[in-house]
């Protein structure tokens, strides 16, 4: 409703007021008006409902018993009394490794690319095009035969483990096939297909 500047009310549909016969401006809000209140901000979150923060810059490292995950190329931390990263859910201390006196106390696992990506005990290393570690992903990326997830590679108390998990071309280590696992001593050569290989040795300290 708009109110003539003579003081009455006009219909919306009335173009002339009845009063006094003036054209009326209906895009005009009286200054009498009815203002509709404010909408009030939404309540606040509760503490328990919050969404927790992915990875943790420098800064937060900072804090009294954060630490940065075990695994090299994880961008996660591990909180004050957490079990696991909050990236990858990577355990935040490794297993301790089984006493052996065979090689493989401490491996890698060498990419094509000439790459070596150290191995975490009990902490599976993914090899295909799209794994998560951006080094291995980089150096297969142009390698038509190996599969988006191709195998794991886990260390285990001296020993390694392969498992094939693609379903394009098999996994082998040191000749055996890799479905749906074999354990093997250090030195390995993984192969994918036919023709290429990745080498999981033991690193410099441990030869």
Do not use: K
Request: with cysteine.
């Amino acid at each position: 409703m708009v109110r003539c500047d003579c003081g009455r009310e006009v219909a919306p549909d009335e173009v002339l007021c009845g009063g006094c016969g003036r054209f009326v401006d209906h895009s005009r809000v009286s200054p009498d008006a009815a203002v509709p209140p404010p909408t009030p901000p939404p309540p606040p979150v509760p503490a328990s409902d919050a969404v927790p923060p992915g990875p943790v810059g420098p800064a937060a490292l900072a804090e009294p018993g954060v630490r940065r995950c075990a695994v090299d190329w994880c961008p996660g931390v591990v909180p004050p009394g957490a079990s696991a990263c909050d990236a990858y859910a990577h355990p935040a201390t490794p297993a301790a490794p089984a006493a052996s006196t065979s090689p493989g106390g401490g491996c890698e696992l060498v990419l094509p690319d000439g790459t070596a990506i150290g191995l975490v005990d009990g902490v599976p290393l993914e090899i295909g095009r799209h794994s998560p570690d951006p080094r291995v992903a980089a150096a297969l990326a142009r390698y038509d035969q190996v599969g988006r997830r191709q195998a794991t590679v886990v260390l285990r108390g001296g020993l390694v483990e392969v498992t094939h998990v693609g379903r394009t071309n098999p996994t082998y280590a040191n000749d055996q096939p890799a479905a749906p696992a074999v354990t093997v001593t250090p030195p390995v050569d993984v192969r994918i297909g036919r023709e290429l290989h990745l080498t999981v040795r033991p690193t410099r300290e441990n030869r």
